[in-house]
């Protein structure tokens, strides 16, 4: 996924991407035409560039046109603007979060279960909370390709120093505040920086307030036109034990995201909270690494994160061979995601899980079990991935963890901000 903040690369301008949008109708010949659009940029781009390759391959009977656009804002507003005239693209990606913000039945059209059986899909196959968000009306609108949880890697070596692996030379179970503390104190002992590696910037801070927070069992409501719901005592908890690592100096302070990952790669500091989707970084450094799920600091394993998944944008008439060649496309990439599984994202189409394949992913493999634990984004049109309430949240907080702010003031602003969003009326 590479989710950090907006720098992924466009492949293609907006003016390419919206003279590709889709006429009805095959295509010359006997092949049938199928335009896919997505936002994958960075090492995981490649992965789906070569997962592309491989349909085309094995379908020479169809033409795949698959546009990569900007991350983000970017990719967002082309997709609602080609559907909410009736001419999106065949195919889609969309992360599960933002599909609050593209109406069911208006900017994306329903998946068919008989067409989705005809190429061996079914709806038991993908994890339930995921299709329970996907789903609008009774009627399924996503197909989920993977989860992206923020997990936690490690340095293997560094680790091993500050006494912290066990037996078998995998980091020891670290549960509770003050255990978690405790191993950071360890690992800044050997490093003689810091403990943990963290981005204090843009949007990583609402991701760590976020999964601390659902650990609290908080829960967040966004009703339009109100204000939000927030249990201010489980926030502010959240909030004081960010703080409390950087305070105690456990944790790097004013560092953005290429600034905690080049903190990581240099061994100033033994461990370092993340998307999962670093991989590639990291294995390409040569970094004695290793990953594990995000810790259980206030009693379970919850953590932050979002799901890539296939989505059908809404045309005016869906012509039935480019219907089925695209049902084609997504069962394709869906029982071939051990390769997108390489990238760190854990693929959420469950046979994959226990394939040999899969199982020899190391160190992807070793959080499978997460999913159920992903806690997306509370709904609402503008939440999500690459989101403005996402960024808010990552401003608000990021002054709480550098002591600008007090908790009790980070929360304040951040309630302030989403409380502003909440008055504003969807674009569409």
Known sequence: MNDRPPTRRAVLGAALALGALPLNGCGGGARTEIRYWNLFGGGDGVLMLKMQDDFRAKNPDIDLEAVTLAWGAPYYT???????????????????????????????????????????????????????????????????????????YYNTDLAGKAGLLGADGELAPLTGPDQVAEAFAKAKAVTGRYGLSLDNLDVQPWRLFWGLYRQLDGAMELPPGGTVGIDDAKAIRALEY??????????????????????????????????????????????????????????????????????LPHQRVRDPERTRASYRLIAHMLKTSVTWGSAGHVPAYQPILGTPEYLALKPQSEYRDVTPDVQLDPPAWFSGSGSDFQNQGGAAFQGVLSGELTPEEGLARFKAAVNKLLTTLSPV
Not at 276 to 299: C, D, H, K, Q
């Open 78 to 152: 082309k997709l609602a603007m080609a559907a909410a005239g009736g001419r999106g693209p065949d195919v889609a990606i969309l992360h599960l979060a933002r599909m609050p913000g593209y109406p069911a039945g208006h900017l994306l059209d329903a998946f068919d279960e008989e067409l989705m059986a005809e190429v061996g899909l079914r709806t038991s196959q993908f994890p339930p909370g995921l299709l329970e968000r996907a789903t609008v009306g009774g009627r399924l609108y996503a197909l989920p390709l993977d989860v992206h949880p923020f997990v936690m």
């Open 242 to 311: 960010m703080r409390r690592l950087t305070a105690e100096g456990l944790a790097t302070e004013g560092v953005d995201y290429p600034g905690a990952i080049a903190s990581f790669i240099n061994g100033e500091a033994a461990f370092h909270w993340n998307g999962g989707w670093e991989v590639a970084t990291f294995t390409a450094a040569g970094l004695p690494y290793s990953m594990t799920r995000f810790p259980n600091i206030f009693g379970n394993g919850r953590t932050a994160g979002d799901s890539h998944v296939f989505v």
